[in-house]
């Protein structure tokens, strides 16, 4: 079993929420898709960065932003308004901030224990991505 928390989930910092919630999506996705059969290291790397990307998962943040509960909007904008420091070069700021958002909110459910919600969310995330109805410069 895990150690217990010291503190409560919305009190931890966001990028700290951000930090432990990227893990959390990554796990979702190489899950998603070694269960779609893809199981070729190369292959699970080249599909996975097509979820795992900034740009993706700030489609997904604004697609999702308006069905939110409020609680979960706020822990969404707490992370996209961190400041991290730096961005990577091949990402726009503004995307990079939002991915931090939704990595934050899913970093969130995952301490809080919010499972169904987790899920609920992460299947939705990847179904967005999967539509691709979504451009380089939305």
């Not at 961005?87 to 939704?102: C, E, F, I, M, W």
């Given at each position: 079993m895990l150690d217990p928390l010291t503190k409560l989930p919305h009190e931890h910092n966001p990028l700290l929420l951000?930090?432990?919630?990227?893990?959390?999506?990554?796990?979702?996705?190489?899950?998603?898709?070694?269960?779609?059969?893809?199981?070729?290291?190369?292959?699970?790397?080249?599909?996975?960065?097509k979820f795992v990307s900034a740009f993706a998962q700030s489609h997904v943040y604004?697609?999702?932003?308006?069905g939110l509960t409020e609680e979960e909007r706020d822990i969404l904008k707490r992370g996209r308004n961190a400041k991290s420091g730096s961005v990577p070069k091949n990402a726009r700021v503004s995307d990079y901030r939002q991915s931090t958002g939704l990595e934050a909110l899913i970093g969130y459910l995952y301490l809080k224990g919010e499972e169904w919600r987790l899920h609920e969310?992460?299947?939705?995330?990847?179904?967005?991505?999967?539509?691709?109805?979504?451009?380089?410069?939305?």
């Amino acid at each position: 079993m895990l150690d217990p928390l010291t503190k409560l989930p919305h009190e931890h910092n966001p990028l700290l929420l951000a930090y432990i919630g990227d893990a959390v999506y990554e796990m979702f996705i190489r899950h998603h898709l070694i269960a779609r059969g893809v199981v070729r290291p190369q292959d699970l790397q080249k599909e996975a960065v097509k979820f795992v990307s900034a740009f993706a998962q700030s489609h997904v943040y604004r697609t999702l932003e308006d069905g939110l509960t409020e609680e979960e909007r706020d822990i969404l904008k707490r992370g996209r308004n961190a400041k991290s420091g730096s961005v990577p070069k091949n990402a726009r700021v503004s995307d990079y901030r939002q991915s931090t958002g939704l990595e934050a909110l899913i970093g969130y459910l995952y301490l809080k224990g919010e499972e169904w919600r987790l899920h609920e969310l992460m299947r939705t995330a990847i179904e967005i991505v999967e539509k691709k109805e979504y451009r380089e410069n939305d």
